[in-house]
């Protein structure tokens, strides 16, 4: 069965301070790892996917990087636009399905 | 502009009585999906459709009813809702790896 954990639960930090997001999965077989962004009362927002090892993907203070066992959300200089929940999930080959982790909420206080 | 439309946005309603929340998209996507977010159980997929009358389980089907008659259209049926129902509900619209949610449907059923 495929896994998803993200930490931390919730994380709060100071404008322009840089910080980093953890996915760690268990997957039969990778396709992509995905990462969305959720506002409160919003459907999640599209951010990355990744599909191999070494790979990754930058998108204004967002880089997200890939292993065989977690992706990491870095987030660099960050702004209080930035706060919200990100989602991590993974999808297996010839596997429609996504698996989501339940989240990190991130605040960034002025 | 590209959307996924929900409806209603917020319904509360009792136990055993049958209601739909409608899903429609303007991006001609042929796969689409329904899932429920829960506290700390993360997005759960429930039905998923890979195109006009072809629909499949996902995680967490029971008590749901889907139909795809249209490719635009995914609409979620509750025959006979119960308490464990309540739930935040999202229509997504997939193309290629992203996957464009809608609004979310906030559902309590007393």
């Known amino acids: 069965e495929d896994q998803v954990t993200q930490s931390p639960e919730a994380l709060r930090l100071q404008e322009g301070e840089s910080s980093s997001l953890n996915c760690s999965y268990t997957?039969?077989?990778?396709?992509?790892l995905f990462w969305y962004r959720q506002d409160p009362g919003k459907g999640p927002e599209f951010l990355f996917t990744?599909?191999?090892a070494g790979e990754e993907k930058e998108k204004e203070r967002l880089k997200a990087t890939l292993t065989k066992k977690e992706s990491f959300l870095h987030i660099t200089a960050p702004k209080p636009e930035d706060s919200a929940t990100y989602l991590c999930?993974?999808?297996?080959?010839?596997?429609?399905?996504?698996?989501f982790g339940t989240g990190t909420r991130l605040t960034i206080i002025p | 502009e590209a959307q996924v439309t929900q409806n209603p946005r917020y319904l509360i309603t009792v136990t055993g009585k049958k209601l739909t929340v409608t899903c429609s998209q303007n991006?001609?996507?042929?796969?689409m999906s329904w899932y429920r977010q829960d506290p700390g159980l993360g997005l759960r997929q429930i039905y998923y459709?890979?195109?006009?009358?072809?629909?499949d389980k996902g995680d967490v089907p029971e008590g749901y009813k889907v139909s795809r008659k249209e490719k635009r259209n995914f609409p979620l049926i509750l025959e006979s809702p119960s308490p464990n129902q309540t739930s935040l509900y999202f229509c997504?619209?997939?193309?290629?790896?992203?996957?464009?949610f809608g609004p979310g449907t906030r559902l309590t059923v007393t």
């Open positions: 459709s890979m195109n006009v009358e072809v629909t």
């Open positions: 990744l599909y191999s």
């Open positions: 999930a993974v999808q297996a080959r010839g596997n429609e399905k996504l698996t």
């Open positions: 997957v039969s077989g990778l396709r992509g």
């Open positions: 997504a619209s997939v193309r290629g790896d992203e996957q464009y």
């Open positions: 991006m001609n996507h042929e796969y």
